[in-house]
């Protein structure tokens, strides 16, 4: 692959969702369909024309620049600007698009798909897709979804903005706190999917936790962050204070009983305890209690000294709080730990029976492992072999297969 061919690619892995998320944010006369299509041939005429002149000083600017000018021009060419004047058009268009003023815009961009009138679920897609520049499997991974339905999701949100005339920009600032919640859960969700990447992936999974963290900053310095937002600044600090322990120098997945705990990030762990302090409300968000669980993991010296008891009951809460199948999954396994196996085993097999969590990887490997530790063999193989087939991660694969191995050796 020559040089400008890596380049581009480069910058369409990196930008496209955020490029068609600008054009939307800035020209209201753009619907989806046509704002992908402009970024679209904008990488195509930066992969000819660079390979004729040679790689511009500012590639990206370059290419923002292409975007811009074709925007204008395709609007001109529908009449759509009639009751504004060139000048004022072109003004009002670089202004919203400079490029100097980008670096500012993710967080308003964000503001802006969090629509009202859209649905919760197509506000956090639409998001994920055109701001975090996800791709569609990774966002089928995200909600338990197949990446057909994760289309077909994208498609209706896109002919509802087009139908509807609904305009992707950034909300009056009274309504923009009525966004909030919504931004909260698209930064969370970003992170985790740069969290749970594989190590095969390390550029692109600490890119997407950076991208939270940024956002989030960038939330933190407005006017607009409260008590959850520093709970989810706290929550992430915490995990990215472990980081750099969850593969082994072979690129191994480990798990947190395995984790070389001198790899933690200590500075990280005290900043991370700061925003924890500094986020205490009457109101406790999903944000505090998984900061706080994440805060006690920090805090154990070893696997075998962590506060399982106090972790079970926070998990508790958070399932009272907000009822979901993955949070079940962790509280079943804090159970485990804090010496409740009747319970953990209980919880584990009912959600077997969801149709979600029956095809999950983690589930049957979780039952694996408890049926291993608890010495009958034949059942945590069964587990585990369903495990290894339920992923297509090679770390995670290896991971399951050592474990598979490890009965072998015990037969």
């Known amino acids: 692959m020559d040089t400008v061919q890596q380049e581009v690619d480069h910058l369409y892995k990196q930008h496209f969702g955020k490029m068609v998320a600008s054009l939307l944010y800035s020209w209201r006369d753009i619907d989806p369909e046509t704002a992908e299509d402009i970024v679209q041939d904008s990488f195509s005429s930066a992969l000819t024309d660079w390979r004729l002149k040679g790689i511009p000083a500012n590639p990206m600017g370059w290419i923002y620049k292409v975007c811009r000018n074709t925007a204008l021009n395709k609007i001109k060419k529908n009449k759509r600007l009639e009751a504004l004047s060139e000048k004022t058009d072109q003004g009002w268009a670089e202004d919203r698009f400079s490029e100097s003023a980008f670096e500012d815009q993710p967080l308003r961009i964000l503001f802006a798909c969090a629509h009202p009138d ?50 992707l920009e950034e909300p009056h600032p009274q309504a923009l706190k009525q966004r909030l919640s919504i931004v909260h859960k698209i930064i ?23 991208e939270a963290l940024l956002l989030n900053k960038a939330l933190l310095d407005s006017h ?60 406790i968000s999903k944000y505090h209690l998984e900061a706080a669980i994440a805060c006690l993991h920090c805090a154990a010296t070893s696997f075998e000294d962590t506060d399982w008891k106090t972790i079970a009951q926070l998990y508790a809460r958070l399932l009272h709080l907000h009822p979901n199948p993955f949070v079940e999954l ?43 530790l608890e010495g009958d063999n034949i059942t945590a193989r069964q587990f585990l072999c369903k495990a290894y087939h339920q992923t297509d991660a090679i770390q995670e694969k290896d991971f399951i297969q050592h474990m598979i191995d490890k009965l072998e050796d015990h037969a």
């Not at 969370?188 to 950076?210: D, M, P, V």
């Not at 409740?340 to 029956?358: G, P, R, W, Y």
């Open 188 to 210: 969370y969700l970003t992170f985790n999917e740069g969290y749970k990447s594989s190590a095969g992936k390390e550029i692109i999974r600490e890119e997407l936790c950076e």
């Open 330 to 372: 962790n509280y079943a396994i804090a159970l485990f730990y804090a010496e409740d196996k009747v319970a953990a085993f209980k919880i584990l097999h009912e959600l077997q029976h969801h149709a979600i969590l029956n095809q999950y990887y983690l589930l049957n490997m979780t039952l694996g492992k408890f049926h291993y």
């Open 118 to 167: 859209l649905s919760p679920k197509a506000q956090v897609v639409i998001t994920l897709k055109y701001v975090v520049n996800l791709k569609v499997e990774a966002i089928a991974r995200i909600f338990g979804m197949t990446i057909d339905g994760v289309d077909k999701l994208l498609l209706r949100a896109r002919q509802k903005i087009k139908e509807e005339k609904i305009i």
């Open 224 to 283: 607009l962050s409260n008590k959850e937002t520093k709970a989810l600044h706290a929550l992430m600090l915490f995990n990215c204070a472990r980081f750099k322990s969850r593969f082994a120098a072979s690129g191994e997945l480990l798990d947190l009983e395995n984790q070389d705990r001198s790899l933690w990030n200590s500075d990280l762990i005290f900043l991370a305890h700061d925003f924890l302090t500094r986020s205490q409300s009457r109101v």
